[in-house]
Nanobody, 117 residues
Framework: QVRLVESGGGLVQAGGSLRLTCAASGKIFSINGMGWYRQAPGKQRQLVAAVTRGGSTNYAHSVKGRFTISGDTAKTTVWLQMNSLKPEDTAVYYC???????????WGQGTQVTVSS
């Protein structure tokens, strides 16, 4: 089992920055990288950014150049640095980790990010 805990959300003005943290514990050797997803009210959950165990990254087009995903060498923590935030970035941000040996995904409980105009 893997447990993911997010932190770092909050209220920020447009143009500001936030840094989200996702800490993984448990059988971390069984996950293949980690990623951030977000869900705004009335919308589907969507990928924001992800990083594989090998260090490859993937970003949603809407956040490229503004957000940066990074992880520690122990593969236990992933950060999402969010700069130049926009009101449309307002959402609950979730950490997700795919299981290495199945189609199962672990999810965190989410952290609210609110960007005021």
């Amino acid at each position: 089992q893997v447990r993911l805990v997010e932190s770092g959300g909050g209220l920020v003005q447009a143009g500001g920055s936030l840094r989200l943290t996702c800490a993984a514990s448990g059988k971390i050797f069984s996950i293949n990288g980690m990623g951030w997803y977000r869900q705004a009210p009335g919308k589907q959950r969507q990928l924001v950014a992800a990083v594989t165990r090998g260090g490859s990254t993937n970003y949603a087009h809407s956040v490229k150049g503004r957000f940066t995903i990074s992880g520690d060498t122990a593969k236990t923590t992933v950060w999402l640095q969010m700069n130049s935030l926009k009101p449309e970035d307002t959402a609950v941000y979730y950490c997700r980790a795919p299981d290495l040996n199945s189609d199962y995904y672990y999810w965190g409980q989410g952290t609210q990010v609110t960007v005021s105009s």
